[in-house]
């Protein structure tokens, strides 16, 4: 059981834009603890996609941004495109006994 | 460029203890504000955090497996060193290192498959 709570799956057409939840609490998200996704293609590491909660880091297409509102945060992706057909995680930091940080149970996208 | 690269045995028997490196490049454990991670990831499962250890020294551990964990850092040798102690086959899963400035890993190594069986 996931500190933070995302969809098991989502789908998409090339070109729809798809959104991914990650659902928090009082003591990570909610507490003002900002969210990170990263993108895990089949057989890679985790990519930072996103920090600080709607951050960038360098080469990552503007097609991917980042919110947060209260205990929540969202993946959006606009302009869906074959290879983003990946795992998405989102990450942030508890100050609960659930440690320092937390991750939510992952998101599998899936372009149609 | 900022590169982590896990290494360790491939398979460890049930009751082991599991002994990782991370070797680093790229940046340096002694400033201020740097980290490094360890997170695991069962096949087929989801990302669990597991520790982190700071440039001050200062070390976080999951509660869950806190007891069973140590993290060290040998900054002359640019290399974290994360123990696990009485392996299970339930610890059987790809471990990664990655490198932190804040609230999460910003660069991550290319994990390491750690199959626990007799």
């Known amino acids: 059981q996931s500190v933070l709570t995302q969809p098991p799956s989502v789908s998409g057409a090339p070109g729809q834009r798809v959104t991914i939840s990650c659902t928090g609490s009082s003591s990570n998200i909610g507490a003002g603890y900002d969210v990170q996704w990263y993108q895990q293609l089949p057989g890679t590491a985790p990519k930072l996609l996103i920090f600080?909660?709607?951050n960038r880091p360098s080469g990552v297409p503007d097609r991917f941004s980042g919110s947060k509102s209260g205990t929540s945060a969202s993946l959006t992706i606009t302009g869906l495109q074959a290879e983003d057909e990946a795992d998405y995680y989102c990450?942030?930091?508890?100050?609960?006994?659930?440690?320092?940080?937390?991750f939510g149970g992952g998101t599998k996208l899936t372009v149609l | 460029q900022i590169t982590l690269k896990e290494s360790g045995p491939t398979l460890v028997e049930p009751t082991q203890t599991l002994t990782l490196t991370c070797t680093f490049s790229?940046?340096?454990?002694?400033?201020?504000?740097?980290?490094v991670g360890w997170i695991r990831q069962p096949p087929g499962k989801a990302l669990e955090w597991l520790a982190l250890i700071y440039w001050n020294d200062d070390k976080a551990y999951s509660p869950s497996l806190k007891s069973r964990l140590t993290i060290t850092k040998d900054t002359s040798r640019n290399q974290v060193v994360l123990r696990m102690t009485n392996m299970d086959p339930v610890d059987t899963a790809t471990y990664y290192c990655a490198h932190s400035v804040g609230s999460g890993g910003d660069y991550w190594g290319q994990g390491t498959l750690v199959t626990v069986s007799s």
């Open positions: 990450q942030s930091y508890d100050s609960s006994l659930s440690g320092v940080w937390v």
């Open positions: 790229g940046f340096s454990l002694k400033t201020i504000g740097v980290g």
């Open positions: 600080l909660n709607s």
